[in-house]
């Protein structure tokens, strides 16, 4: 093989890895529009029936883990973090809203409160990591931890942009 031969089939490589990499952190790092489809559709149907929106976390990730892609752990984790992304987006726009609404003193306070809630967030998740040290599900039970408590804090400032 040539000099640059072997350049021009290492450079390919490293440009399919990039790529590679690049797809699965864009998979992780937002939603698809069938997730916000779904998880939205289902709060609706909650709400029309009176029931409590919490049960809408994970519907996404339910559907998403049928896709035969995403039959394996590393495509399960992906699900759950997808749909996480979704909860965070909710979260950070009903924050926006009640930030906007606050008094100045009020505004101080919720802040202090979210940032207290997001280290609590990363400590409780890290507790996947503790049980399962070194095993392959620590990751798949953090992402569940994670999705799992930020949907229920999105929906509980949610209902903190409609109360009186």
Known sequence: MTLSFRFAAFSF??????IASNATAASRD?????DKATIETCIEEAQRKSQ???????????????????ANQAGIEDCM????????E???DRYQKLMANFSKKNA????????????WRKEKCELA?????GGSMASVMAA?????????RALELDEATIAP
């Open 81 to 88: 973090k997808r749909e996480a992304a979704y909860w965070d």
């Open 90 to 92: 909710m979260l950070n």
């Open 129 to 133: 990591y503790m049980l399962y040290e």
């Open 52 to 70: 409590h929106a919490r049960a809408c976390i994970g519907e996404a990730t339910k559907i998403c883990e049928t896709l035969r892609e995403m």
């Open 13 to 18: 490589l490293a440009l399919l890895v990039v």
């Open 30 to 34: 937002t939603y698809k529009l069938q």
């Open 108 to 119: 101080k306070k919720l802040k202090a409160m979210q940032h207290s809630w997001i280290a």
């Open 144 to 152: 569940s931890c994670m999705m799992e408590t930020t949907g229920v």
